[in-house]
């Protein structure tokens, strides 16, 4: 069989609830990735809190980070990285829309740094993984270049009308989508940037034909990889959006969904 790429979105996709890699599909992607197969993780996590997933299942591949602001190769320096960063002057405009809106924090990350607008203990526990620098302040005073993303906190009655003022004032700048569970966050990248579009360019730098891409996703930000993709699969714990657009569903993340799907399209019989 011609070799494949198969991408993985890690939270709700790969990760069970408690944010494990489930043994059976473990088994079924590493007997895919010996049989010559291509593995990437495809995540709105930055680099930091999902290297530790990249090392579990012994990747040898780019990794997709932010929604695909950041794309780069943990061991190829061949690779061309992308970093795609939020314009200075549109950032400085959106940290000054707090005081016009309800909002209760913005965090900006440059890469695996961190830097938050308010203190917040909460905030710190879900940021802190892989033990980032984490300072707080004025943003624009304190970022040292262009955020790789925003994220905006706000109570979840106001995050409605904050995507209407985002899309309604910045909609030639950026992206913007809302977090699932826990935190009530919109998540703001540059404007284009998509993980379809970050898939896209992993997949010309391995070499693999379009037609062999098989993506896994659960939330709104894989909608542009689960239709890019030649067999786009939602999880059957995805939202239902998500499903309407794939080419097929599988079980859930918590029912080895990923290493059931893989193991009936490849005939593995494991």
Same mark, same amino acid.
């Given at each position: 069989?011609?070799?494949? #790429? ?33 593995? $990437? ?9 999902? +290297? ?10 780019? +990794? +997709? ?73 004025? #943003? ?45 966050? $919109? ?26 891409? +098989? ?56």
């Amino acid at each position: 069989m011609d070799k494949h #790429l198969i991408c993985l979105d890690l939270d709700g996709t790969l990760l069970t609830d408690e944010k494990k890699i489930p043994t059976y599909t473990k088994r079924v992607l590493q007997y895919l990735k010996k049989s010559g197969h291509e593995i $990437i993780i495809s995540t709105g996590r930055p680099y930091r809190a999902s +290297i530790d997933y990249y090392n579990a299942m012994q990747m040898n591949t780019p +990794i +997709i980070n932010f929604n695909g602001a950041l794309i780069h190769h943990p061991h190829d320096n061949r690779f061309e990285p992308v970093h795609e960063q939020l314009d200075a002057r549109i950032a400085t405009k959106i940290f000054n829309d707090v005081s016009k809106l309800n909002i209760k924090n913005i965090i900006a990350e440059v890469r695996d740094q961190v830097y938050i607008n308010n203190y917040d203990q909460t905030l710190f526990e879900g940021f802190s993984m892989g033990d980032p620098e984490i300072k707080y302040g004025e #943003l624009d005073k304190l970022l040292p270049e262009s955020p790789t993303s925003l994220l905006i906190q706000a109570e979840d009655d106001e995050i409605p009308r904050i995507k209407r003022h985002l899309s309604k004032y910045y909609a030639e700048h950026i992206e913007h989508r809302r977090w699932g569970a826990p935190f009530p966050v $919109i998540e703001i990248v540059k404007k284009g940037i998509n993980k379809g579009k970050a898939v896209k360019y992993v997949a010309e730098y391995l070499d693999i034909d379009f037609d062999n891409i +098989i993506a896994f996703g659960d939330e709104d930000n894989d909608y542009e990889m689960i239709q890019f993709a030649n067999y786009g699969v939602a999880m059957g714990n995805a939202i239902p959006e998500l499903k309407e657009i794939a080419n097929d569903v599988t079980d859930t993340n918590n029912a080895d969904g990923i290493g059931k799907y893989l193991n009936n399209y490849f005939d593995l019989n494991m």
